[in-house]
């Protein structure tokens, strides 16, 4: 294998990668969202790569994922049909019924409800569900939320690692390396419990003060809630058969987005109530742009070699030592992920895992350390998930509505409670990785994916 030599397309890559990424990281200063941004800097790869000979437009529709970005779409469909219906209202009004104003037990059965829920929808989904039930629920009960808000996206953030479909970065890893929702599951499950149940005591000592005072216990009347249960139970149903299809997808050959397909298709069919221009408004556009901005973004730079480049120089750390390697972009994504956003962070590093990969490295461990970082990551700090800006988002609402500014979270407030969250979960995760390090670099059997190994390698060559 030859080295790589740093070039003109190269450098003109890096430049376009790096303003759109400051673009995509600031939008909280110059106010441009992150999808424009995006979307700029996906044009401009693409013109710029026309300019200089590495990329184009036919080149920039083969990145695109579109296994991620169907599956979301699907996914978000369902979502917006379900919400309405009035089950998700009524699951978090029982659940407060249940706890009879002990709190820290509301906010484990909340937190355990969640994370249930974003084993299958995403975490962004799961929070924007149940953060307004949880501003009427502690309102009613006369305590403080944000424990429970930043709770939810925590413990969704936690939760949503286990899965293929729990987590966008989980998406982008699974489709590019190959893996099936029941390999993601078996080699995430277990750590993700032990990491879960260390994250939930971590943050009964962290809000110790808020959680040991007894809530005043009105009586909530659940019926009222459910809307629409006809359409709420077959929704239920379609979910069961879609999990099902999840763990049995590899044998049939089918990508997970049209298990999802399957899912929304027979949820159509059988929901006889749903309002299909209603829910279709419902279905977060943006975020998809947002996706497909970033996969010709690095589509550009992965076509310039630029991550090939990087990947030369971190390929004899990994051969040196493997299991340190791992570790290291354990916590590496986790910081970085918690100081940004975890999606263009995750979007970056799979051309340089699987360029490794196409060197004839074992990298197995890699994609579940990346897939472990950027999820614990995002609970460091208000950025590091989409999750975690709702939830702020809410809490200033609900400030500016009561005139109460205690009950805003600020960035501060997040790093302060959130960082010692992380780094308790890091922990854990770190010495569960090390004892079980040969579980977690064992091979899998790939189910294709969006970037093959041999294309990896001609790059390489």
């Known amino acids: 294998m030859q080295e790589l030599a740093f070039n003109t397309p190269m450098l003109v890559s890096a430049i376009i990668l790096g303003f759109a990424f400051i673009g995509i990281f600031t939008e909280e200063l110059h106010g441009i969202h992150r999808s424009k941004a995006a979307l700029a800097g996906a044009v401009a790869m ?45 699951i978090a009004y029982f659940l407060a019924d249940f ?20 084993l299958l929808l995403d975490n962004v989904t799961t929070v924007v569900i149940f953060g307004p039930l949880i501003v009427l629920i502690t309102a009613a009960l006369k305590i403080s939320p944000i424990p429970y808000l930043i709770t939810i996206a925590v ?16 998406l982008m890893i699974g489709s590019a390396a190959g893996i099936d929702f029941m390999t993601f599951l078996t ?40 809307k629409d249960p006809q359409t709420w139970y077959v929704a239920v149903a379609v979910m069961a058969i879609m999990i099902v299809l999840f763990i049995l997808h590899s044998r049939f050959g089918w990508e997970a987005w049209f298990v999802s397909a399957i899912g929304l298709s027979l949820l159509m069919l059988f929901g006889r109530k749903i309002d299909l ?40 750390f990994v051969q040196n030592d493997l299991t340190l390697a791992t570790i290291v972009l354990l916590w590496v994504s986790a910081f970085l992920s918690a100081a940004i956003d975890n999606i263009p962070f995750t979007a970056a590093m799979i051309p340089i895992i699987l360029g490794m990969e196409a060197q004839g490295l074992d990298v197995h461990a890699l994609w579940w350390a990346l897939a472990l970082g950027v999820g614990l990551g995002g609970n460091g700090t208000h950025l590091g998930s989409t999750a975690n800006v709702f939830v702020v988002t809410l809490s200033e609402r609900i400030a500016r509505q009561t005139g109460d500014q ?33 579980f977690f670099n064992t091979s899998f059997e790939r189910t294709g994916g969006q970037i093959p190994v041999a294309e990896a390698a001609e790059h390489l060559e």
Not at 159 to 170: K, Q
Not at 196 to 203: D, E, I, K, R, Y
Request: aromatic fraction near 12%; glycine fraction near 10%; charged fraction near 15%.
């Open 46 to 90: 693409i013109i710029g790569g026309q300019i200089f000979g590495f990329y184009g437009p036919e080149l920039a529709l083969e990145a695109i994922d579109w296994n991620v970005v169907f599956l979301l779409a699907c996914m978000m469909t369902t979502v917006a049909i379900m919400a309405p219906t009035g089950g998700f209202q009524a």
């Open 99 to 118: 706890s009879k104003g002990r709190q820290f037990l509301l906010l484990a059965m909340l937190g355990t409800a969640v994370t249930v829920i974003s």
């Open 155 to 170: 413990l969704s953030n936690t939760g949503g690692i286990a899965t293929l479909v729990g987590d966008p970065p989980n």
């Open 187 to 226: 080699h995430m499950g277990g750590i993700v419990i032990a990491v879960w149940l260390a994250t939930l005591l971590a943050v009964k000592f962290i809000f110790r003060k808020s959680l040991s005072q007894k809530a005043l216990v009105p009586h909530f009347e659940k019926k009222e809630h459910v």
């Open 277 to 316: 221009d209603r829910t279709f408004e419902d279905v977060e556009i943006t975020l998809l742009m947002f996706f497909i901005s970033l996969f010709v973004i690095v589509g550009g730079v992965e076509h310039s070699e630029f991550l090939q480049w990087i990947g030369q120089f971190i390929v004899p």
């Open 406 to 438: 205690t009950l805003a979270i600020k960035p501060g407030a997040w790093i302060k409670k959130g960082t010692p969250i992380m780094l308790t979960s890091l922990v854990v995760a770190s010495v569960l990785f090390y004892i079980f390090f040969d």
